[in-house]
């Protein structure tokens, strides 16, 4: 099994930067994707970038193209999502998400974080 625990959620101001942070635990070596998902009050859940352990690809949905970065410290066992230039639509809860592929859909990853809150204000 793997676990996941995001962190480094918050308040923010438009405009501000955030960093994310995903601790995985377990058996990690059998999700080689890892992704950020967002879920905000009445709306479905949503991918948002997601990153292999190995290599260099990477993918993002392209709300947050230019702004966010995801990365990774294969030593730590963490997944990293830096937030720049957010925006007031940023606002939700964010997800962490381990699966087999690099996939945006988030029926195709096998485990998920608790989740941790991201608020910005205008």
């Known amino acids: 099994q793997v676990q996941l625990v995001e962190s480094g959620g918050g308040l923010v101001q438009a405009g501000g930067s955030l960093r994310l942070s995903c601790a995985a635990s377990?058996?990690?070596?059998?999700?080689?994707?890892m992704a950020w998902f967002r879920q905000a009050p009445g709306k479905e859940r949503e991918f948002v970038a997601a990153?292999?352990?190995?290599?260099?690809?990477?993918l993002y949905t392209d709300s947050v193209k230019g702004r966010f970065t995801i990365s990774r410290d294969n030593a730590k066992n963490t997944v990293y999502l830096q937030m720049n230039s957010l925006k007031p639509e940023d606002t939700a809860v964010y997800y962490c998400?381990?699966?087999?592929?690099?996939?945006?859909?988030?029926?195709?990853?096998?485990?998920w974080g608790q989740g941790t809150q991201v608020t910005v204000s205008s």
């Open positions: 377990g058996r990690t070596f059998s999700s080689s994707a």
């Open positions: 990153i292999r352990w190995s290599g260099g690809n990477t």
């Open positions: 998400a381990a699966g087999s592929l690099l996939l945006r859909g988030p029926k195709g990853y096998d485990y």
